[in-house]
């Protein structure tokens, strides 16, 4: 929660924080100003104390919004330091940061740098100011361990409300979807028709999905997927849109929103199969079930994450599955890790891969992913199941959106001979 | 455009080009990559030769959509590096790269770093990497004028056409906000009804164009404006939702839809007043749009496009109104700059501030906004007229979507008395 961040600071020996870039998509900023539409800010905490956002002038409503201490970028001549600067504008930039530093009183220390913004620049404001700060030492923290992700790893009543309901919205779109496939008309050859009678396509489904969550106000990164066959045995890729819908093939529909301007995400994936599934692909399915019910039931408070990650391996290896546990990188069978912190970030701490350290575990307040899955991209199939579950306060693990796991979806206007 | 980066790399003294990141919202990545669903990749293009992507093995599918040569990131044992790096992900990563680098057969040399991404990760990553490999020297350039902003700054037809597409979907919306703003029926006090006889606020109308957008498959950075009275006085205010839409107040509407996924931007404004305008309300919008006139007649090829600030600061300022060009950072009258170049950023070069240099011109090939304003927060007016250009190669300076200048838009069943 924010307010670790001056205990990690400690623990990591920063003396300050330094946030750069805009506001949205930026989740190291989103966290201090919350959205709105801050374009190029400048946000420093020192350890202990509160943190000053520099914006621009123009920017100066949406900037309060924030409720930080503000401080416009006018206060500094940046016409005066660009030519003092003899027109390098990266070395302006650096005078001028110097100069921010110095009106909160910070003239040496560690400063950790943080931020999605663009890196060519940073890079070379950043040269600058180690050469005209050396006193300073600015320093680079892993994405995964950051103290940001650290800090974000865990949320209170307020964050969880905001992802559940994301939560909400993510399964009535995926609810809105299940009707509207369930309808449609099917041809003799098994191809689902439109409205107006000719094929419907993989794209005009992704068309539907990203027209739904937006009527919800809510953003949906591209990636999204919904893909059919081969595609969903591939776990990354999002389907083909030309691809035609068709009865009896497995569809794996993973789908992440947000709250719009790069808040907090929503993660889910079910697996469905229009009107019938072949035996192989009922039994590969219930194997997924079988896994994802037994996790739900052995999650336990403050168990290392990866420990299901191992159970997972564990149980597909049993049912003859390839899985990262015993072959590296692995492209059918079971090919991915279990689950990953969601918050502002859609992977973030705790991770459950077998490689991360032990301090990546179920500790109360994180929120998390349960996706077990199976892929055999060669047999045109996929399978994965997933929640996003929220580890209380209290011990218990609870499912943040409830959603029904059948895979075999009836259609409405066909019936299997 | 694309092949001038060899000979822009070669003017800089830059050996190698890094960019680092996904292929969505992170323009270098997208330029090379054209977008997909390819999270955290790496390419690297030696000067003179065909750019490298080294991808997950996951996103194999999305990668090869690119065109690209592939290299997947499982060619290097990253757990084998990270055991060997004593569990530092960031000087893994760094060993990584060095490995890849030297796959390339580069051991020596000024590597330029670019993307949008995590700074501190590729901060940290860098910091190593520079210790391994103390021959190579990692450079950052500015945003503003980087190989890639130079590179980006003209477009040829296809980038034009995607441009033109998404100036054709923007315009549509306008249209059809509009359409329904003008159907409207009108309770006494000159509020807006919904259909439901309830006031309609300027959060549904925000609700509408996202809406009326995505159904378009565009996407809508958070941001845009939709704004009105006060708020349409202060330039990036985006509209607060809670608002009643009345007649006769002045409403600012600036929208850049971009390609699904972070491609292409079209950039558009129009100020309108609902029913009728004051007086004084149509005076300032009738000088905005004489200069907005007088500037598309005076485009000239190869001009600075500075020059064309200076001549709208000194038309304002001839009609009273405080201007950038004797007024430092000013929040009345004429407050920002003319325009900029719009492509896969929103803000690209060239840009029109009276600070930036004279090679910011109208080169054949550059997409650039004219969008002159006039700001009035304490009288609660604002005003900004905006399209979109393209320098042509011959020469011709074309509006990329052409759209009505109206300022008054009649209400279907309202009459003034």
Not at 109 to 129: A, E, K, Q
């Amino acid at each position: 929660m924010k307010s670790d961040l001056d205990a990690l600071m400690q623990a990591r020996n920063l003396d300050v924080i330094l946030v750069i870039g805009h506001a949205e998509h930026n989740p190291p900023m989103y966290y201090f100003v919350g959205g709105g539409h801050v374009s190029h800010a400048t946000l420093i905490k020192k350890r202990g104390e509160e943190a000053v956002l520099f914006h621009n002038d123009m920017e100066r409503d949406e900037a309060a919004k924030s409720g930080l201490k503000l401080m416009p970028y006018s206060n500094y001549d940046f016409e005066e330091l660009f030519k003092k600067a003899d027109r390098n504008s990266l070395l302006a930039s650096a005078m001028r940061m110097e100069a921010m530093f110095k009106d909160l009183g910070i003239e040496a220390g560690r400063v950790g740098v943080y931020g999605n913004y663009d890196i060519s620049s940073t890079f070379g404001v950043l040269n600058h100011l180690q050469k005209i700060m050396p006193a300073v030492e600015f320093v680079g923290e892993s994405r995964e361990d950051s103290v940001f992700m650290r800090a974000m790893e865990t949320k209170d009543e307020a964050d969880v409300a905001r992802i559940r309901r994301m939560g909400k919205i993510t399964t009535a779109v995926v609810a809105q979807v299940r009707d509207y496939l369930t309808s449609c008309d099917v041809r003799d050859d098994e191809v689902l028709l439109k409205e107006d009678g000719t094929p419907l396509t993989v794209g005009d489904v992704h068309a539907k999905i990203r027209l739904w969550v937006a009527e919800r106000g809510a953003e949906l990164p591209e990636g999204f997927i919904f893909a059919v066959g081969r595609d969903a045995g591939v776990p990354h890729s999002t389907g083909n849109p030309a691809d035609l819908m068709r009865l009896g093939r497995t569809i794996v529909f993973d789908i992440y929103p947000a709250e719009a301007g790069g808040g907090y995400f929503y993660d889910f994936t079910r697996t469905w199969s229009l009107g019938y599934a072949t035996p192989e692909a009922q039994e590969l399915y219930d194997q997924v079930k079988e896994i994802f019910d037994k996790l739900g039931e052995n999650f336990d408070l403050n168990a290392p994450f990866k420990n299901y990650q191992r159970m997972t391996c564990e149980y597909f290896e049993s049912k003859g599955h390839k899985s990262p546990l015993n072959t590296k990188a692995p492209t059918e069978g079971y090919v991915h890790s279990l689950g990953h912190g969601v918050g502002l970030n859609i992977h973030e701490r705790p991770f459950s891969g077998l490689m991360v350290g032990e301090d990546h575990r179920l500790t109360p307040g994180v929120v998390i992913t349960s996706e077990p899955g199976l892929y055999y991209p060669e047999k045109g199939m996929g399978f994965r199941i997933e929640d996003t579950l929220w580890v209380r306060p209290d011990g218990r693990i609870e499912t943040l959106a409830e959603y029904p796991y059948d895979f075999v979806l009836p259609m409405k206007k066909w019936k299997k001979e």
